[in-house]
């Protein structure tokens, strides 16, 4: 594995980062637009509120986290500190240990999200939106930006990820919360879903119905979903039909 100075990684990380962002961004909107899977995108209503959060969420992560998730990795690198160091790994497996385990920690974490009430309170403002596309992907609440920006800290620095993990992982973690909200159909959905959350499996976790939105909490692998007992293939209304929001009877 090439050996990458970490202070190199925190300086050109956030220009990295909005690079893949913004293609991706790019790349899902050109895909809606070409094979869309629903027809109810009320894009000029959604779009204006969904991206300027994304504005105010990408201050917020800057104050707590200059470099953002690499600052903890740094902190933990000249510290000594994380289980990681309790083991000599391969370096390729310890690069693909931390992003996996830190994938399967935010899976842990959106499930916390929907069980804590207070936590609730301030996730719901995700499953608000009236509509699901790759905008979706980046509308929350600044309060649960800030808290879990500091639980993904907290992981980098109890596992030791390295910097080059953590950007690895933040980047698949972005784009997996842009891919899975995306509104558009995926040929060969099930098979891709052996992997990777699909947009038509995580869009089973928007719907109102309050069991179906207790399922799929995944944003990149599916197999977390898999392996804690909350993976639900289908919604029990057709997809392009299916009400996507928060239930006003919802305790």
């Not at 991706?24 to 995108?41: F, H, I, K, N, T």
């Not at 916390?112 to 995700?126: A, D, E, Q, S, T």
Request: hydrophobic fraction near 50%; include cysteine; glycine fraction near 8%.
């Amino acid at each position: 594995m090439v050996s990458i100075n970490p202070v190199d990684i925190a300086a050109g990380q956030g220009a990295l980062r909005l690079g893949v962002f913004l293609g991706v961004c790019l790349g899902l909107g050109l895909w809606e637009a070409w094979s869309p899977r629903r027809s109810d995108a009320r894009r000029g209503v959604r779009w204006p509120v969904n991206l300027s959060l994304a504005v105010v969420n990408s201050v917020v992560v800057r104050v707590l986290a200059p470099a953002s998730g690499v600052t903890f990795a740094l902190l933990a690198e000249g510290r000594g500190l994380g289980l990681l160091r309790a083991v000599t790994w391969p370096a390729a497996v310890e690069f693909a240990l931390a992003v996996l385990v830190l994938d399967a920690a935010v899976y842990l974490q959106h499930r916390l999200f929907h069980v804590v009430p207070l936590l609730w309170k301030v996730h719901r403002l995700h499953h608000a939106d009236r509509g699901f596309d790759f905008t979706t992907g980046v509308r929350f609440h600044p309060g649960e930006i800030a808290i879990s920006t500091v639980y993904k800290g907290a992981s980098i620095i109890a596992l030791w990820a390295s910097p080059e993990a953590t950007l690895a992982f933040e980047i698949v973690l972005s784009t997996g919360s842009l891919f899975s909200h995306a509104n558009a159909r995926l040929a060969g959905d099930r098979f891709w879903r052996l992997l990777f959350v699909t947009p038509d499996m995580h869009r089973v976790h928007h719907s109102t119905d309050g069991v179906e939105q207790n399922t799929n909490f995944g944003f990149s692998f599916s197999w977390w979903d898999r392996l804690g007992g909350t993976y639900r293939p289908t919604p029990q209304q057709p997809h392009e039909t299916m009400p996507i929001g928060i239930d006003a009877a919802r305790p």
